[in-house]
């Protein structure tokens, strides 16, 4: 039972530079978020899908790109790395069942250090 | 603006004590508010839950009690394990059966460390 898989766990970039933080999940969930923690702040949505085709942003979507192809995948763009994106991303998968809200399943994280 | 607060840091407790957690919020179109627990180098995993309509809710060690009129909740473990030192953050959601939907605003969690 994997759950909510992300990849790669660790990072170092350079400013500039772009990346992807991939994740998975192999519950059939129709709801697909992403995360950041930084010290102090809590978790802050950055954006979320409810399916296939369907995205939308969250509270700090600025930097940040992504897209749903398929239910099983939603990966994360960071298109030109800042310091300021040097946190740990959680991506958080969820279905949509009767009197079920907001019962988030989390992946295990993805620490990104930019310098 | 931080629209959900946990003020304390950080709890220290003795085993078989009980823990209580506080959260704030400031939003008053939030109804529904969970409680997450997170281990180092986990993601956080679902703890608890209330509705705005009910003022407590009880499973096994926890409860979560909510003071709408003072936008207040609680979590409270008793009694307290070793194993429960983690960081427990609180979350809410508006319209939940809506378009908010998944969208949770989280607080900025709270360290407890049960002593043996």
């Known amino acids: 039972n994997a759950g909510v898989t992300q990849t790669p766990k660790f990072q170092v970039l350079k400013t500039g530079q772009s990346m992807t933080l991939q994740c998975a999940q192999d519950m059939n969930h129709e709801y697909m978020s992403w995360y950041r923690q930084d010290p102090g702040m809590g978790l802050r949505l950055i954006h979320y899908s409810v399916g296939a085709g369907i995205t939308d942003q969250g509270e700090v979507p600025n930097g940040y790109n992504v897209s749903r192809s398929t239910t099983e995948d939603f990966p994360l763009r960071l298109l030109s790395a800042a310091p300021s994106q040097t946190s740990v991303y959680f991506c958080?998968?969820?279905?949509?069942?009767?009197?079920?809200?907001?019962?988030?399943?989390f992946g295990e994280g993805s620490r990104l250090t930019v310098l | 603006d931080q629209q959900v607060k946990q003020n304390s840091p950080s709890l220290s407790v003795q085993e078989g004590r009980i823990s209580i957690l506080n959260c704030d919020y400031t939003n008053s179109m939030f109804d529904y508010f969970l409680w997450y627990k997170k281990y180092p180098a986990e993601g956080p995993t679902f703890l608890i839950s209330i509705s705005s309509i009910k003022d407590k809710n009880e499973d096994g060690r926890f409860t979560v009690f909510l003071n709408k009129s003072a936008k207040h909740l609680s979590l409270h473990i008793v009694p307290s394990q070793p194993g429960d030192s983690a960081v427990y953050f609180c979350a809410a959601s508006e319209d939940a059966g809506g378009t908010s939907y998944g969208k949770l605003t989280f607080g900025q969690g709270t360290i407890l460390t049960v002593h043996p």
């Open positions: 958080a998968s969820s279905s949509f069942l009767a009197g079920d809200v907001g019962e988030l399943f």
